[in-house]
């Protein structure tokens, strides 16, 4: 059994790295396969394409410092101040992670492009010359990455506000220490190692990110490594060789940044940590709460309101502009979508492939979540490791590795729904492990050995007692991984075909042959998707009065 | 042994378990433990957390797989390391209370309680009327439509003992049961408990970590001390005759005074033990002495005292007796303890809270041999 899956997993993810490495270790003909000889020339090419790496490290660092201080001041004004609607605030900030960092890339192109951009045509209308903003620029692709990717910062640096003992601040105060003094002495040592190890996990992730730096940097060149690997797929021929030891670097760099992070986690912890949660006391912070409180709303505004209505406006119009005057209203951006072959079909296959991928993906992982933390099978541990592991491995990468395993297979699904099917699957194996995961350690293993002490079999206890109490898990984990597949780029912009396109590369697509309007359509589409299954999630969880994932 | 001497009531206890071994990985949990439950009895395992009570209770529900020994109930083999025997837990007609309750969130009381009667496909009226009788039994026949989620610790703990009962299984084991209850609850629910086992004349396995528990409801307790047997006996027994060190110090409170065997008292059967301060005392022994037996222990509340002078309130001459000076008076409420310096160095006390005596005085203290009790060791 324990072979058996770590076969299957092992298989699964092994399979597309090892194509990876070979390839990127190809000398010959990039074409070819086996290659006809091993060097590590694509390596060395790297490092004489030296901008790829400084703006990549760039973007990423700004992003990155964006973020946490963002996502610091804000953990820090919901859980430590006591201003109002603070649970409905908490709500809307995971928003824009759900909108996606595409969806936001395009509405902000909407928003801040030179001359064009809403803001900018703004700005010009009150008398300003020159532009306030251009989103087409290192900064801009920071700043979309920081808004759509950062808010992991806020819900990790959140966590470890909540799950501090309140008592260790009250100890300082009842010790003669003031506000300030214990804020700085006491607070901030002891939130440190989760700010750090938000800040690596952030940085991991803004290293591997790929759709800001696809829509904002490609019209002005302007590469990071993400979209240099892209660029090389395309050229003519495709450079597979050199893609590849630019995804594997990418993916050394990204492996010691979470290994880097674990460690910080692990060692940091103090007596802070005790996975218990506790409710922090709220500080009476006087006119700088409101200021905070300003932060939190502006934030909405630039990673929500804003890029909805710019896109909602946009995608109502035939040529975009801000000014409602001039504004030509139609809907044949959504007849188009709904209706021209090639998109509608993209529409289509994303949601067939959202509710497939969840579906059966949800009956196979609740399986395997089963063997690894239930039952006394040797190996569980390793089973573990190998099915988190494509949280290592950056999204487009593994893409990559997929797109040359398969295409080097004789059996036929490249070009398919089946293969996007089977990718989705395995890049989004850690994400439902995790979800089904929370579930099953909660239920004591004394509800189904009493189950069984009544008198029941395994499969009766299984249909009357396990299953029921899974269930909240379940539902979650379906949407979650529907929700993931339907907003999936990085795997699929490799993997799809002509006659298998799905939605966010069709965003890409309109997006490059320049139908900025028809982009917009197709972004709300996939939005209006994703937040229904999101709403039907949240009530899921009310009902079940379970906690969110 | 025949199948039909086992099916012999008289002879065969309703649960016997033989050199029953529990492993996990290379550590023995269970090492070796046999006992005999009879019909209708209540049986206490007594011990420590990591004593290995818990694991013998599981394995008599057939939720641990033992290494070795066996395991019968009702003169049934469940288990067998020899005829490589193991019952499944359903199949063994036991039930089992659950330290965590086990109350299942997703269903209401009632559901909870008939689902036993469920899983043996009763017919729909005999399983209402057995599950409210259950209810009833519990005093939770008003909650029968509550959603289990909703319920106190104390409500959910009826529940699960209710669900227990709810199919007259012949053997019912309980898993520290009260110990997630308050004190005030934990001692109404004792009271109960004892009340309901008497009533249905239900065989019980009780494991507990509080000694008071087990010895307030238990009909023989068995303690058990790192995977092995300490001493099998009555509540009584084990209290006014711990055999060994262990469980005097473990059950109840105990002053161990080391010391050695200088010879025997005579003509009626105690010993004479010579303390390390060099007083003589007059012991009993509840075994064949073997001579090289060094403590014996005297239960705090065993001891007298009374000020030097006044008559002793036990004019019992057979009895043992010294100076002492009281150190130190810590008031409990229920009873008072006193430190007492004597020959042999310091001795603890507890008397009612009437008997006041001030810090410092010199005092006399007696005990009987009876209570002065050599240990096996």
Known sequence: MTVFLLLFCGGLVGYPIVYLVLESLNTGDADTFPPESLGLDNYVNLIDDGRILTNTAFVACIATVMAVVLGFLIAWTLTRTRLPGRARLERLMQLPYYLTPLVGALAWAILAAPKSGFLNQLWHLVGGSGDLFNIYSAWGIAWVMALFEGTVAFVMIGAAMKSMDPSLEESSRVLGAGKWRTMLRITLPLVTPGVLGAAVFVFAEMLGSFAAALVLGVPGRFFVITTAIWEATLSFPPDYGRASAMGFALFAVMFASLTGYRWIVRRGNYATITGKAFRPRPLEMGAIAWLLFALCCFYVLVAVALPLAALTLTSFQRFATVFLSETELTLANYETAFGFGAVNSALGNSLLLGVGVATVGVLILAVLVWIIYRSRVPGSGLIEYVVMFPQAVPRMVFGLGLLWAWINIPIPIYGTLWLLALAYFTVLMPLGVRTLAGVVLQIDRSLEECARVCGASWAYQLRTVTLPLLRPGIIAAWLLLFIASVRELGVSIFLVGPNAKVIAPAIVSAWISSSTELSAALALIQSAAVFIALIVLLRAARRYSGELP | ?377
């Open chain 2, 1 to 377: 042994m025949s199948a039909l001497d086992l099916a012999d009531e008289g002879a065969a206890g309703r649960i016997e378990v033989r050199d029953l071994v529990v492993r996990y990985g290379d550590a023995a949990a269970v090492d070796g433990v046999s006992f005999t439950v009879g019909r209708g009895e209540h049986v206490t395992l007594l011990g420590p957390s990591g004593c290995g009570k818990t694991t013998t209770l599981r394995a008599i529900a057939g939720l641990e797989t033992p290494s070795a020994g066996s395991i019968q109930i009702n003169g049934q083999t469940m288990y067998s390391a020899a005829e490589r025997r193991n019952v499944p837990t359903e199949k063994r007609a036991v039930s089992m209370v659950f330290q965590s309750y086990a109350v299942w969130p997703h269903m209401s009381v009632f559901d909870n309680v008939a689902y036993g009667l469920r899983v043996r496909k009763l017919p729909r009226a005999d399983v209402a009327a057995q599950a409210e009788r259950a209810l009833d039994l519990v005093q939770m026949r008003q909650y029968a439509e509550r959603s289990a989620s909703l319920l106190s610790g104390g409500q959910q703990q009826r529940v699960a003992l209710a669900r227990a009962i709810a199919f007259s299984p012949s053997v019912l084991l309980f898993d520290e049961p009260l110990s997630n209850l308050d004190a005030k609850l934990r001692a109404e629910m004792r009271v109960e408990l004892r009340e309901l086992q008497r009533r249905l004349g239900v065989t019980s396995v009780y494991v507990t970590h509080d000694q008071e528990e087990a010895l307030a409801i238990s009909d023989r307790v068995i303690v058990m001390h790192v995977g092995g047997i300490e001493q099998i006996g009555t509540p009584e027994d084990i209290y006014h005759r711990p055999k060994t060190r262990f469980v005097a110090d473990f059950v109840g409170s105990a002053n161990l005074i080391a010391g050695r065997i200088a010879g025997s008292a005579d003509g009626n059967g105690h010993i004479r033990f010579e303390s390390a301060g060099g007083l003589m005392l007059e012991a009993c022994a509840a075994h064949r002495p073997r001579g090289n037996e060094d403590t014996v222990a005297v239960r705090t509340a065993h001891i007298g005292i009374s000020i030097n002078g006044a008559a002793p309130e036990q004019a019992n001459t057979q009895g043992n007796s010294a100076a002492g000076r009281i150190r130190q008076r810590l008031f409990h409420g229920d009873f008072i303890q006193y430190v007492v310096d004597w020959p042999p160095g310091q001795l603890i006390v507890r008397r009612p809270p009437t008997d006041l005596f001030a810090e410092g005085a010199a005092v006399t203290l007696s005990f009987a041999a009876e209570h002065c009790v050599l240990l096996e060791g």
